[in-house]
């Protein structure tokens, strides 16, 4: 039998009511209890706790079958009380009779159930050598000193030879985390510390104890890092047109955020490192569609978190000149993709726990310029299959918005500055639309990706059409 123990104070001197402020959206103590509830090794959990603050929490957070809340005794609640009085004291009140003792705080809330369980399992293994307790540490390579008497002295290394510290001979920093022992060793040594401990080496960070308000801010950040890393990491997006400016800059957003990135366009390679599955295909063309989707139901696990619908076709011209097949085109592409994506991945849609399709449109859907009829018509239409797929795709919990960028300084915004002259000056071009916007300034692909991503992680944004254009469509061109 393996028994947890969990010391927890209601005060702290150095971070006040640290062990049940708000970590992340729980209290402190509640991430190392739910870890080692997770254990396959430990068989009780006793909180050993002198705060009806975390005795009701506890009671109201978890089933009690595995944990036994200990009403710790007045005259040990001083913060000078050492932690192995209160070890010894819990055994002997509560007549434990556990054949090992393993003992975490509440300060290491990055603490990985796989660590814990590693950590007993190597001590298990490790007993017939001799050992007779463990705990955890972390490797430092750093050069030490000692100033004593305001006397400068190494301690490991020499001061003249300054090899990296990588090559230095490492040091074991205790580093609180993770103790296991016997009755016998806490009784009769009055330490968790053996005559023979074995040594657990733990990543620096899951090392993370907080003792400071610093370090309490530190241990949150990287556990809401961690946290949406591992959630992040089994999310696949879908994002068309991943080629293109924009396209390249939505697949790192969602990349750099951790997430699987599916990328197609029509080119028969990828021209970035952001994809992890990348398609070739053409979306004007059903078949290519729905090799698109069964690629992705096949290396994805059955499962779509987000489409990015950002794969256009610019066609210019006099509408009364426009060739019928180009205008087809561009409808097939920038609009009728969409309503295809969306029929044969519905069902990859319903696998996920918040899907969400996010269209590009353009500023040209609500406010144009000569000759781009056939591709201000598409996205308009694209603004309004977004509302209505937004109401349709509800009762599946699928969210549908659009955006509708402005200028945006890309290969598809410059190859269309040539529509009325192939010789001009295209960085004059690039800076007359910088002066002429409130901002004095033009919108880079990364302005949509950024956009494009908040919306994937906020999940009460439904059916919107955000207009991004640095506030060029706001004022009126006959001031």
């Not at 028994?3 to 402190?28: M, Q, W």
């Not at 050069?143 to 230095?168: G, K, S």
């Not at 956009?451 to 999940?459: C, D, R």
Request: neutral net charge.
């Amino acid at each position: 039998m393996i028994c947890a123990i969990v010391p927890i104070k209601h005060e702290s001197t150095r971070v006040p009511k640290k062990n049940y402020r708000d970590f992340n959206g729980y209290p402190l103590y509640y991430h190392i209890v739910k870890t080692l509830l997770k254990s396959n090794y430990i068989d009780k959990i006793i909180i050993d706790t002198n705060s009806d603050v975390v005795k009701n929490g506890i009671s109201a957070y978890f089933n009690l079958d595995k944990i036994i809340i200990y009403d710790r005794p007045e005259y040990l609640w001083s913060g000078d009380t050492p932690v192995n009085k209160l070890l010894i004291n819990v055994i002997n009140e509560l007549n434990l009779n556990a054949d090992f003792y393993i003992q975490t705080h509440t300060t290491n809330p990055l603490l990985k159930i796989e660590t814990i369980d590693n950590s007993i399992k190597q001590f298990l293994e490790k007993k017939s050598n001799g050992y007779d307790s463990l705990f955890s540490v972390k490797k430092v390579q750093t050069r030490f000193y000692n100033n004593d008497d305001e006397i400068v002295t190494a301690i490991n290394h020499n001061p003249n030879e300054l090899i990296p510290t990588q090559d230095l001979k490492p040091m074991y920093e205790e580093n609180s985390c993770i103790y296991i022992f016997t009755k016998d060793i806490i009784v009769n040594k009055n330490h968790r510390i053996g005559y023979n401990p074995y040594m657990f080496l733990m990543s620096d960070i899951e090392s993370q104890d907080i003792d400071t308000e610093y370090d309490f801010l530190v241990a949150k950040l990287l556990h809401k890092g961690l946290k949406e890393t591992e959630d992040n990491s089994k999310k696949t997006v879908l994002i068309t047109g991943v080629n293109g400016g924009i396209g390249t800059q939505i697949a790192k957003e969602y990349k750099n955020n951790y997430w699987k990135v599916v990328g197609t366009d029509l080119s028969d390679y990828c021209t970035h490192e952001y994809c992890d599955t990348y398609i070739s295909a053409n979306l004007i063309e059903e078949n290519d569609i729905i090799k698109v989707m069964n690629n992705i139901k096949a290396i994805h696990n059955n499962k779509l978190d987000c489409v990015v619908n950002n794969a256009a076709l610019w066609v210019t011209g006099d509408v009364c000149d426009f060739n019928d097949n180009s205008w087809d085109d561009i409808m097939n592409c920038n609009v009728k993709s969409i309503f295809r994506i969306v029929k044969h991945g519905v069902n990859l849609f319903k696998n996920s726990l918040c899907p969400n399709i996010i269209n590009i449109a353009s500023v040209h859907s609500i406010t144009t310029s000569n000759k781009i009829a056939a591709y201000a018509c598409s996205k308009a239409a694209i603004v309004g299959l977004t509302r209505n797929l937004s109401i349709e795709l509800s009762k599946f919990n699928i969210r549908v918005n659009s955006i509708s960028p402005g200028a945006i300084d890309t290969p598809m915004l410059r190859d269309g500055m040539k529509r009325y002259n192939n010789n001009v000056d295209i960085e004059l071009l690039i800076n007359n639309i910088k002066n002429k916007h409130l901002l004095k300034d033009i919108g880079q692909p990364s302005n949509i990706a950024k956009l494009a991503y908040h919306i994937t992680e906020n999940n009460f944004i439904n059916g919107a059409n955000y207009v991004i254009d640095g506030g060029a469509s706001i004022k009126l061109s006959t001031e």
